[in-house]
């Protein structure tokens, strides 16, 4: 979503919205000045103070009927279930709107069936572009057979990439050099149930059940053009369990997603949105995901000063260990008294930071925990794989401490259209 | 702050758009008298159908179209059939406390301010002798047929529905009706 579509969204907030709520609909980087006045009674929800949970100081019981506790604040508020996510803009929502970005986090991958040419493929997107408008809004699917699950939108997106085939099929000549698997990694363990795909949803929302009913819609509008692949869930802490622009944590403990660029201090087009050069993608971006599996039992075992030297940052907090705070900038000439580098030649960041600024991707990493296997679904966002993704993870494949613990088993890519209008669908400047 | 400039507008356009439907409504009345009078509103006119989509056939020939028809008049309207350009013959179906559906005698009556609810597995627009089986999100319309004459074109999108197999059992009715 631009900028400019941030007060469309989220709709209908009642005067009194909970705090974490509020929080949740103004940016990182706008909570100091955020705050609604509001009407007698009202809870007014102000800035970091109130997303921290300093509500609790006004909660002692008074005889004024008024809420008790900060629970009772809660419940007499705005529930985040009810958080919507406009479906249009320039570019498509659940990439850098929401922000922060929802809890509960599902790709799904499919293959097109032998007979979805081009027009089926545009009926496709059509029918998954009307799904996508009305459970993002909270109504049941056309034909939903259970609209109740859809009631409760929980900052819903649905955002939706192409793979090489379905662009070939609808135009061969569209096809970016890019969108076609990964060259190899000399580490890679790939599994194929984990790989490809013609067609991927990222169904993004802050409550697991909206996150299965929506997908179950789609699979159902999916079935007659084309067959699942792989689903891979992920997940980042539940809303409201922390205040709103904390970094998440992954399963192994690190603070997760410091450096990465900001929409709001860093250029995206030509970084992570696709420009004018890119024709039909225009707005749109390039998409990687990587399956990677924790090998945890034996990271446990490590003393933790070594965990954090792996990563050249600490583990309380996520401040480079050359500084004591997460947003401190890491210090990479820093030396100890032994006139050793503090963050090692081998730590996971000094081998994944690049000196060229075009070097750099939009990181939106989730934890995943299945079938006994635990570890981090590795997103990115960019508008060149090739000349974004690969270099650093050529690095990284080459030396990176954290190798020792981590296995990458899954891959694939997506064209990820640009967003679209009311009236329009999803992918249509593919037919232009 | 922000919010609260969003709800202020958002109001303030809400009111715009109150004055503007009166300030439609009043021309009207100066304009167009005779058809601004309940009396003289088709049941067609009363009508508003959202929502609507057509089941992606699941048997030859035969389909169901579903939706919402609000009746937002005065009086009661009765749906009694309609048409297609994709099929042969269009009626308004119900189904039995049985399973099988059969043709609403005398229509589906909707009284005044109601809301009626086509459904699988419950009251629908039939759509038989289909011409051409239409695809997952193709449109179709539909041209509903009221009691008074007037009719009412809805266009639907096409849609598979799970378990829709609930009220198309394959009895002997069921075939009957769609030859
Ligand atoms: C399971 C695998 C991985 C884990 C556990 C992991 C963990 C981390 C952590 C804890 C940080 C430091 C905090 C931060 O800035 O986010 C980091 C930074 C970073 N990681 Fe990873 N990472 C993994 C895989 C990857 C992969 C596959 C890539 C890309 C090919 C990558 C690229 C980066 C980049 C670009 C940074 C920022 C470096 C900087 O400029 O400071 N990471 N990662
Ligand atoms: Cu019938």
Same mark, same amino acid.
């Given at each position: 979503?631009?900028?400019?579509?941030?007060?469309?969204?989220?709709?209908?907030?009642?005067?009194?919205?909970?705090?974490?709520?509020?929080? $949740?609909?103004?940016?990182? $980087?706008?909570?100091? %000045?955020?705050?609604?006045?509001?009407?007698?009674?009202?809870?007014?929800?102000?800035?970091?103070?109130?997303?921290?949970?300093?509500?609790?100081?006004?909660?002692?019981?008074?005889?004024?009927?008024?809420?008790?506790?900060?629970? /009772?604040?809660?419940?007499?508020?705005?529930?985040?279930?009810?958080?919507?996510?406009?479906?249009?803009?320039?570019?498509?929502?659940?990439?850098?709107?929401?922000?922060?970005?929802?809890?509960?986090?599902?790709?799904?991958?499919?293959?097109?069936? =032998?007979?979805?040419?081009?027009?089926?493929?545009?009926?496709?997107?059509?029918?998954?572009?009307?799904?996508?408008?009305?459970?993002? /809004?909270?109504?049941?699917?056309?034909?939903?057979?259970?609209?109740?699950?859809?009631?409760?939108?929980?900052?819903?997106?649905?955002?939706?990439?192409?793979?090489?085939?379905?662009?070939?099929?609808?135009?061969?000549?569209?096809?970016?050099?890019?969108?076609?698997?990964?060259?190899?990694?000399?580490?890679?363990?790939?599994?194929?149930?984990?790989?490809?795909?013609?067609?991927?949803?990222?169904?993004?929302?802050?409550?697991?059940?909206?996150?299965?009913?929506?997908?179950?819609?789609?699979?159902? +509008?999916?079935?007659?053009?084309?067959?699942?692949?792989?689903?891979?869930?992920?997940?980042?802490?539940?809303?409201?369990?922390?205040?709103?622009?904390?970094?998440?944590?992954?399963?192994?403990?690190?603070?997760?997603?410091?450096?990465?660029?900001?929409?709001?201090?860093?250029?995206? +087009?030509?970084?992570?949105? /696709?420009?004018?050069?890119?024709?039909?993608?225009?707005?749109?971006?390039?998409?990687?995901?990587?399956?990677?599996?924790?090998?945890?039992?034996?990271?446990?075992?490590?003393?933790?000063?070594?965990?954090? /030297?792996?990563?050249?940052?600490?583990?309380?907090?996520?401040?480079?260990?050359?500084?004591?705070?997460?947003?401190?900038?890491?210090?990479?000439?820093?030396?100890?008294?032994?006139?050793?580098?503090?963050?090692?030649?081998?730590?996971?960041?000094? $081998?994944?930071?690049?000196?060229? =600024?075009?070097?750099?991707?939009?990181?939106?990493?989730?934890?995943?925990?299945?079938?006994?296997?635990?570890?981090?679904?590795?997103?990115?966002?960019?508008?060149?794989?090739?000349?974004?993704?690969?270099?650093?993870?050529?690095?990284?494949?080459?030396?990176?401490?954290?190798?020792?613990? %981590?296995?990458?088993?899954?891959?694939?890519?997506?064209?990820?259209?640009?967003?679209?209008?009311?009236?329009?669908?999803?992918?249509?400047?593919?037919?232009? | 702050?922000?919010?609260?400039?969003?709800?202020?507008?958002?109001?303030?356009?809400?009111?715009?758009?109150?004055?503007?439907?009166?300030?439609?409504?009043?021309?009207?009345?100066?304009?167009?008298?005779?058809?601004?009078?309940?009396?003289?509103?088709?049941?067609?006119?009363?009508?508003?159908?959202?929502?609507?989509?057509?089941?992606?056939?699941?048997?030859?020939?035969?389909?169901?179209?579903?939706?919402?028809?609000?009746?937002?008049?005065?009086?009661?309207?009765?749906?009694?059939?309609?048409?297609?350009?994709?099929?042969?013959?269009?009626?308004?179906?119900?189904?039995?406390?049985?399973?099988?559906?059969?043709?609403?005698?005398?229509?589906?009556?909707?009284?005044?301010?109601?809301?009626?609810?086509?459904?699988?597995?419950?009251?629908?627009?039939?759509?038989?002798?289909?011409?051409?089986?239409?695809?997952?999100?193709?449109?179709?319309?539909?041209?509903?047929?009221?009691?008074?004459?007037?009719?009412?074109?809805?266009?639907?999108?096409?849609?598979?529905?799970?378990?829709?197999?609930?009220?198309?059992?394959?009895?002997?009715?069921?075939?009957?009706?769609?030859?």
């Amino acid at each position: 979503m631009s900028p400019n579509d941030n007060t469309e969204q989220p709709t209908g907030e009642p005067l009194g919205a909970s705090a974490s709520d509020s929080a $949740r609909r103004v940016s990182r $980087r706008h909570l100091l %000045i955020g705050g609604a006045a509001a009407g007698a009674g009202a809870v007014a929800a102000v800035g970091i103070g109130a997303a921290t949970g300093s509500l609790s100081s006004q909660s002692d019981s008074d005889n004024t009927g008024s809420p008790k506790n900060s629970k /009772e604040y809660e419940s007499a508020a705005k529930l985040f279930g009810e958080g919507t996510v406009s479906p249009y803009g320039k570019h498509q929502a659940g990439i850098v709107e929401p922000n922060p970005l929802q809890a509960n986090i599902r790709y799904a991958a499919y293959d097109l069936l =032998p007979s979805t040419d081009r027009n089926a493929i545009k009926r496709m997107l059509r029918v998954v572009t009307g799904d996508i408008e009305r459970l993002t /809004e909270g109504r049941g699917a056309l034909a939903d057979s259970e609209p109740e699950l859809a009631e409760i939108p929980a900052n819903l997106t649905i955002t939706v990439g192409f793979g090489a085939e379905l662009v070939r099929r609808v135009n061969p000549n569209l096809v970016p050099d890019w969108l076609a698997p990964l060259p190899a990694f000399t580490r890679d363990q790939l599994d194929a149930s984990y790989s490809g795909g013609d067609l991927m949803l990222n169904i993004q929302a802050d409550d697991p059940l909206t996150v299965a009913h929506a997908h179950r819609m789609l699979m159902r +509008d999916l079935a007659s053009f084309a067959s699942i692949r792989w689903v891979q869930s992920g997940f980042r802490r539940a809303a409201g369990a922390e205040p709103a622009g904390t970094t998440m944590r992954n399963m192994m403990g690190q603070v997760d997603g410091t450096v990465n660029p900001d929409p709001e201090v860093d250029e995206f +087009d030509g970084l992570v949105w /696709e420009t004018a050069k890119a024709g039909w993608l225009a707005g749109g971006s390039a998409f990687v995901l990587r399956r990677i599996d924790m090998l945890l039992d034996t990271w446990d075992k490590v003393a933790r000063s070594a965990r954090e /030297e792996t990563i050249g940052r600490d583990l309380p907090v996520g401040a480079p260990l050359t500084g004591t705070k997460e947003t401190d900038p890491a210090d990479f000439e820093a030396v100890n008294s032994l006139g050793l580098p503090v963050i090692p030649d081998f730590a996971h960041i000094r $081998r994944a930071r690049s000196t060229d =600024p075009n070097e750099r991707i939009l990181r939106r990493g989730v934890n995943f925990e299945d079938n006994g296997k635990a570890g981090l679904l590795f997103a990115c966002y960019q508008v060149n794989p090739l000349t974004q993704f690969v270099p650093i993870q050529q690095r990284l494949d080459e030396l990176d401490l954290l190798n020792q613990w %981590i296995v990458h088993v899954g891959s694939a890519v997506f064209a990820i259209p640009p967003g679209f209008k009311k009236g329009g669908f999803v992918g249509e400047t593919l037919f232009g | 702050m922000k919010v609260i400039n969003m709800k202020t507008t958002k109001k303030l356009t809400a009111l715009f758009a109150a004055i503007a439907i009166t300030a439609l409504a009043l021309s009207g009345c100066a304009t167009n008298a005779s058809n601004n009078t309940d009396a003289m509103a088709t049941m067609a006119d009363q009508v508003t159908v959202t929502d609507a989509w057509v089941k992606e056939p699941t048997m030859p020939g035969m389909t169901g179209m579903f939706g919402l028809i609000e009746n937002t008049g005065d009086a009661e309207v009765v749906l009694v059939g309609g048409s297609s350009d994709i099929a042969g013959m269009v009626e308004v179906h119900e189904v039995t406390a049985e399973g099988q559906m059969q043709k609403i005698e005398g229509g589906l009556v909707i009284a005044a301010g109601k809301t009626a609810t086509l459904e699988v597995g419950g009251n629908h627009v039939m759509l038989m002798n289909l011409s051409t089986t239409p695809a997952v999100g193709e449109e179709v319309t539909v041209t509903l047929k009221f009691k008074d004459g007037s009719t009412l074109e809805v266009t639907a999108p096409v849609k598979s529905a799970a378990g829709g197999d609930e009220s198309y059992n394959e009895n002997a009715e069921m075939s009957q009706m769609g030859n």
